[in-house]
């Protein structure tokens, strides 16, 4: 069985409301080392993107972006349930955090 990389980069909408509010709260309460559980929802009633996909850390159930346009087709192509998200570190502007950066992957036979 291989590792097959879906997605790595920032994440999309992080300054606009409640993304942007949930990002502060998520760094108070996570720090450094970010959150230990990163999920993919399927948002089919987002008003600018019917294929859009929220990115929801856990524990708090934080919803602090979307996986960027281009990327949500093969997304949702490949199924969120067979995905492995993992959280790989905050965007700073100098010293405050302006975004966050995560990996998905999948398992391919």
Not at 71 to 95: C, I, M, P, Q, Y
Request: proline share 6%.
């Amino acid at each position: 069985m291989s590792v097959e990389l879906v997605f790595s980069g920032k994440l999309a909408g992080v300054s606009f409301s409640p993304a942007k509010e949930n990002l502060a709260q998520a760094v108070k309460e996570y720090g450094v080392g970010g959150p230990s559980d990163v999920q993919l929802e399927h948002d089919p009633s987002n008003p600018y993107d019917s294929e859009a996909i929220k990115v929801i850390f856990q524990p708090g159930g934080f919803f602090v972006g979307h996986i960027p346009k281009p990327h949500n087709s093969k997304l949702l192509v490949v199924g969120l349930d067979g995905t492995k998200v993992a959280f790989e570190r905050w965007n700073k502007h100098g010293e405050i955090v302006v975004g966050a950066m995560i990996e998905v992957t999948r398992s391919i036979l």
